[in-house]
């Protein structure tokens, strides 16, 4: 850590300016009490680093959990510290613009009301999501007022509600390990997760735009304040967008740029994002906005002053994706593999002597196997590695191969002894998954975890090294974060996607011999759905022609969510034939599983 350089305080100069004033005590709660945001619980930050963290990582937490209203320039503010991204506002001429309201409705009120303390009772005259997760939007409730336009790009309902159907359960509970939010806080605890502290825990909804963004040149005035779009889909997020506020001279990066090296596939699992799409859209964006804007500000971290230091910010983050990107590739068709590449990679000078590059919340190494893994897929190429055993089975044979599992502790206990807790992790998983009963290899592991994540620099890798540590010693307890939004994301579903949400549940071996058909008539959509479940999978048909059926169903589509939801079944609704379907294919739905084993077999 000597090499870093600790003396260069414009991290904190940016972060500070413009302190209006802060919320206190920086705590918000839902209505019925409970706490869904607490930052005040990250005042032990105010110290100097101890031995139980990464002094880098430190330091960004230091920053992140930073609190308050802030003047980014004249007209424009932002409110930080309140959750795990920024709710920035713009005054127009008849009151203000909010640009990305939190994740929880109670904290993107409590932001609203923050500002208007400071700045005078002014109206929301509009909604603009940057993005299309769920920090972004998911507290539009708490700023809302009825008829005001909401803005996103072309595509923003079915990216924001796509993953939270498809995979959003396992989503869930691995991101419960990134975010850290069960883990305490403090020095030896949960310190941050590099892009924001941690995640609220309030009430999640969403709004669906009533004003798409198209294209980039796009402009639109919004209460008398112009805006100039830039499309960016496929950088951080499917649907994402940059725009300036030329009148302002301010450019808003939406996530494309912040002030740390970002995920190209993020821990708690998504489709790989392309690191080269995003270091051009970078590029563009110095094109078409760098001459105009005297200030840059992001939905996550501070803002940078100055045209230059904003060409020399973006510049660096630009080339920090295409150095990813494209030494990954040079290195693959070397025939090197994803881990092999990712101990190889070796940043350059300048890049690594700039803090905002530094993997927080991305990583490094992480990043290089999500390039690999776009390109080449999970199978590197080795015929060894084509069909291996799951991990439990691979485990009892390493354990057996080595003599029993009293002889690979200590295997792994010699490893600890000459620093290499890497592998001595590696051992000890395999003596955990062959026999989860075995205290001591959990002990042992726990600990060895949380060295690796007290060392780490990643906020994320430290949050997951420090959340498996707890689950060996603890076992597993509830979900604290969800994806699924509540009733506003249910009704964002599309009629396919929520027949989709029950295909992806059919248990397909006990579904074999069953062969069942059912039409959904929907008397507000104007549209028919044939449902039939062959060989385990459950198929639709859209508007299908004449024929026979087991069950016609006719409803709504708020009809559908109230039985998919489990209210009260088919009362109220209109059916035609044979009801004992809908318990024959009830029988074959498989819930998901919310708190499954990660550390653990």
Partial sequence: MTAYPFHDTTDFEDADRGLIGSLVPGVVKAADGRVIWDNDAYGFLDGDCPDTANPSLWRQSQLCAKQGLYEVTDGIYQVRGLDLSNMTLVESDNGVIVIDPLISKETAAAALALYREHRGDRQVMAVIYTHAHIDHFGGVHGVYREGIPIVAGHGFMDSAVSENVYAGGAMSRRAEFMYGAKLPKGPAGQIGAGLGQTTSAGTVGVIPPTLEITHTGQEETLDGVLIRFQMTPGTECPVEMNFLF????????????????????????????????????????????????????????????G????????????????????????????????????????????LEAAWHTHGYYGSVSHNVKAIYQRYLGWFDGNPAHLWQHPPEATATRYVAAF??????VAKAQGFIDDGDLRFAAELLNHVVFADESNTTARELLAGVYESLGQGAENGTWRNFYLQGATELREGVSGIVISTAGGADMAMALTIDQLFDSVAIRINGPRAWDEHLTIDWVFTDVGHTYRLELTNGVLIQHLDPADGTTDLTVTLTKPQLIGLLAGGSGLDGIATDGDLGVVQRLLAVIEAPHPSFAIVTP
């Fill in 246 to 305: 030329p009148e302002r001279r301010a450019l808003c990066m939406a996530e494309n740029t912040t002030h740390n090296l970002h995920n190209l596939i993020t821990l708690r699992g998504a489709l790989v994002r392309d690191a080269r799409i995003w270091s051009r859209y970078i590029n563009e964006a110095i094109d078409l906005f760098a001459d105009d804007a005297d200030v840059a500000f992001a939905s996550h971290h501070w803002p940078t002053w």
């Fill in 307 to 350: 045209r230059d230091r904003i060409v020399t910010y973006l510049s660096q983050q630009r080339d920090l994706y295409a150095y990813l990107h494209d030494q990954t590739l040079r290195l693959l068709n070397q025939g090197h593999t994803g881990p092999e590449i990712a101990e190889m990679m070796e940043m350059p000078p300048a």
């Fill in 403 to 408: 003599g029993g599992a009293d002889v690979v």
